[in-house]
T-cell receptor, first 114, second 111 residues
Framework: DGGITQSPKYLFRKEGQNVTLSCEQN?????MYWYRQDPGQGLRLIYY???????QKGDIAEGYSVSREKKESFPLTVTSAQKNPTAFYLC?????????????FGPGTRLLVL | RKEVEQDPGPFNVPEGATVAFNCTYS??????FFWYRQDCRKEPKLLMS???SGNEDGRFTAQLNRASQYISLLIRDSKLSDSATYLC????????????FGTGTSLTVIP
């Protein structure tokens, strides 16, 4: 089956700890995105990548880091510098950057701070 | 000013009712428009793209008014299964790569 997978489904972080959220897609999509969703707010863009070995900051990149070493994979690290990391994290992919191309989402990871 | 604004609702309607959601966007150069549906604690899923001439998919009709910079979604003959949050999404004007999401409009269809 083609699709986007995210793991884990739930993740608990201790104070001062870095954690990494996995995102994998087998859709052969060029572009991948990370969003954060908080209650009562729209999705906010953290980072995005249009091609392998390239990525750009979104609106709320502080305290996060990413890598794009393979087309299929776009892991997100939530660092200890992110002071309010509790949220629902969504990864998305898109075939290309052409106007009209839609995004497809993975099932998300819920991050909770202990 | 937010890129995309939606009435958060909630909208509570009886089965069989017709309900309409509106959404406004701030950047007149925006290129592409979408409605996504998000069920509780799940990921958003594409409901339909919105085309300039308006488009329909079964009970769902989407319209775009570029002059007034708003997008609408009409749901006819509401079903219990339509209960969800509906997200208005606008694609950025320049690179075509950044999407802007509204906060979503909550719909509950009541038996």
């Amino acid at each position: 089956d083609g699709g986007i997978t995210q793991s884990p489904k739930y993740l608990f972080r201790k104070e001062g700890q870095n954690v990494t959220l996995s995102c994998e897609q087998n859709l052969n999509h060029d572009a991948m995105y990370w969003y954060r969703q908080d209650p009562g707010q729209g999705l906010r863009l953290i980072y995005y990548s249009q091609i392998v070995n390239d990525f750009q900051k979104g609106d709320i990149a502080e305290g996060y880091s990413v890598s794009r070493e393979k087309k299929e994979s776009f892991p997100l690290t939530v660092t200890s510098a992110q002071k309010n990391p509790t949220a629902f994290y969504l990864c998305a992919s898109r075939r290309s950057g052409q106007a009209g191309e839609t995004q497809y989402f993975g099932p998300g990871t819920r991050l909770l701070v202990l | 000013r937010k890129e995309v604004e939606q009435d958060p609702g909630p909208f509570n309607v009886p089965e069989g009712a017709t309900v309409a959601f509106n959404c406004t966007y701030s950047n007149s150069a925006s290129q592409s428009f979408f409605w996504y549906r998000q069920d509780c604690r799940k990921e958003p899923k594409l409901l339909m793209s919105v085309y300039s001439s308006g488009n329909e998919d079964g009970r769902f009709t989407a319209q775009l008014n570029r002059a007034s910079q708003y997008i609408s979604l009409l749901i006819r003959d509401s079903k219990l299964s339509d209960s969800a949050t509906y997200l208005c999404v606008v694609n950025g004007p320049n690179t075509g790569n950044q999407f802007y999401f509204g906060t979503g409009t909550s719909l509950t269809v009541i038996p």
